[in-house]
């Protein structure tokens, strides 16, 4: 029988630095993927959220200083072997970037923002069955994940990098907001593991003395109802072409034998292309 919701937890806490990951599972994506972000389980099918980049953001100190730059928003849908069923686009003008996604039981969350920090987003649902894109509200800020609870009806997201985190009610009005305590990893995508407890997943670029930068992965339970991290963990997992695997898009599973984490840290132009990769831990 697959996991309950306190064995799923028991399982995460059992983790940490020493943990091992075996590969189990590479589903190879044979479409251009550009910049993947976000990846939810809906239906027996795939979301990948992805940016697809036609004019890059010129950099800044203070990113929120940089140019919005140009490009499309996509939410590929896959078949259960990686086969590309449905592109769905989203957003509009400057508003090219989804984020991380998850998906509520009736339908899949996405956040498209401007490609800069301290931005505007618009937040939209797909039907799974349909594929029907509606817009759900608008928020002024870079809104780089979204997730919605659905026993609270309440919607939770971060902001770039995660460093403000918010919660709105499903139409839109703020509930609370506060700054995020944890500088470990920005998250870069989420998951609902139960009543308002968040699994984020996401990446620090640290400099390195050579001049490079390493990837630090990481994972960390969020309760955003009581404004407190309660665990977090490093990931040191790499895929084929050098990326942490916590990089962009995460998803978490478990079945009888433990726990599955389903990442996709490579871009399209990366050595081997995006490759779904699951790993169990051992």
């Given at each position: 029988?697959?996991?309950?919701?306190?064995?799923?937890?028991?399982?995460?806490?059992?983790?940490?630095?020493r943990s091992r990951f075996k590969l189990v599972g590479e589903i190879s994506l044979d479409f251009p993927t550009h910049h993947p972000q976000g990846m939810a389980f809906a239906k027996g099918l795939t979301f990948?959220?992805?940016?697809?980049?036609?004019?890059?953001p010129r950099p800044a100190a203070d990113p929120a200083l940089r140019t919005p730059g140009r490009g499309s928003g996509h939410v590929f849908v896959l078949g259960p072997d990686g086969g590309l069923l449905r592109d769905i686009p989203v957003g509009?003008?400057?508003?090219?970037?989804?984020?991380?996604?998850?998906?509520?039981g009736d339908h899949v969350w996405v956040s498209v923002a401007e490609y800069r920090a301290a931005s505007r987003s618009t937040i939209y649902t797909i039907d799974p069955g349909t594929?029907?894109?509606?817009?759900?509200f608008r928020v002024e800020d870079h809104i780089g994940w979204i997730v919605r609870d659905p026993g609270m009806d309440l919607v939770f997201g971060g902001s770039w990098g995660s460093r403000q985190l918010y919660i709105w009610d499903t139409e839109g009005r703020l509930v609370d907001q506060w700054e995020n305590p944890g500088h470990f990893v920005d998250y870069q995508d989420a998951q609902l593991?139960?009543?308002?407890?968040?699994?984020?997943?996401?990446?620090?670029?640290l400099p390195q003395v050579d001049g490079g930068v390493l990837e630090l992965g990481g994972l960390a339970l969020v309760e955003p109802l009581?404004?407190?991290?309660?665990?977090?963990?490093?990931?040191?997992?790499?895929?084929?072409?050098?990326?942490?695997?916590t990089r962009n898009p995460v998803t978490v599973t478990a079945d009888e034998s433990g726990l599955l984490i389903h990442a996709a840290p490579d871009d399209g132009d990366d050595d081997g292309g995006t490759r779904i990769l699951s790993y169990r831990i051992i």
């Open positions: 029988m697959p996991m309950r919701g306190t064995e799923l937890l028991a399982a995460l806490f059992a983790l940490d630095r990948l959220s992805s940016v697809e980049i036609l004019d890059a509009e003008d400057a508003a090219y970037h989804p984020g991380g996604i998850d998906f509520d594929f029907e894109v509606r817009e759900r593991l139960g009543p308002g407890l968040l699994l984020c997943s996401g990446i620090s670029l009581r404004q407190r991290i309660t665990w977090d963990v490093p990931i040191g997992v790499f895929s084929g072409a050098g990326h942490v695997i």
